[in-house]
């Protein structure tokens, strides 16, 4: 979800300090920096306010390019738009991992071919449906998983979040275990 812990993590990827975090009295997600200066409500305007304060050079390379910023922006509002709903609803997460399935078959990271803070968002916001999934399901979704098993395995972006599974021997030994 688009959440005041995944835009935590968000904000410790790109080394930013976050500031406030909360939602305001229509339970629109908002930052509040300091006193001095007005509050930015919205995930997404969230993000990219973090993005624009970051130092990694990283993060400011791929920003410098106008393309590749839209990309970007264009993968924060699906993870708000599409993403984050899948989280919800078994049906919606089932077409959303059909479309990044398709759409990761000849990519490993969502924009150009480096990591990129839309990987870092998409990951944080698409962890709970990957976490539901059986191993069965992760199967179907070769792509998606082959993608979030690569991100995980950053500490950078994972951040103590549990490791998923997506290991087909625990399927086997599922298997094994109830046919007797």
């Not at 991992?97 to 924009?111: G, I, W």
Request: net charge neutral; with cysteine; aromatic share 8%.
């Amino acid at each position: 979800m688009c959440s005041v812990d995944n835009t935590k993590r968000i904000a410790t990827f790109l080394d930013v300090p976050l500031g406030k975090v909360g939602y305001n009295s229509e339970k629109i997600l908002t930052r509040t920096k300091s006193a001095s200066e007005p509050s930015i409500s919205g995930f997404s305007s969230i993000v990219q306010s973090l993005i624009r304060e970051s130092k990694k050079s990283s993060v400011r390379q791929l920003h410098s390019q106008f393309e590749t910023e839209c990309q970007i922006l264009q993968w924060l509002d699906y993870a708000v738009l599409f993403v984050a709903p899948s989280n919800k609803d078994k049906h919606t997460a089932k077409n959303l991992l059909e479309e990044l399935n398709f759409y990761l078959q000849s990519r490993s990271y969502l924009v150009n071919d480096t990591l990129s803070v839309a990987d870092v968002v998409v990951f944080h916001t698409i962890h709970e449906t990957m976490a539901n999934l059986q191993p069965l399901e992760k199967e179907n979704f070769l792509n998606v998983s082959r993608w979030f098993h690569h991100l995980q395995q950053l500490e950078e972006i994972r951040q103590g979040k549990i490791l998923l599974n997506f290991s087909t021997l625990q399927l086997l030994e599922w298997a094994t275990g109830t046919h007797t």
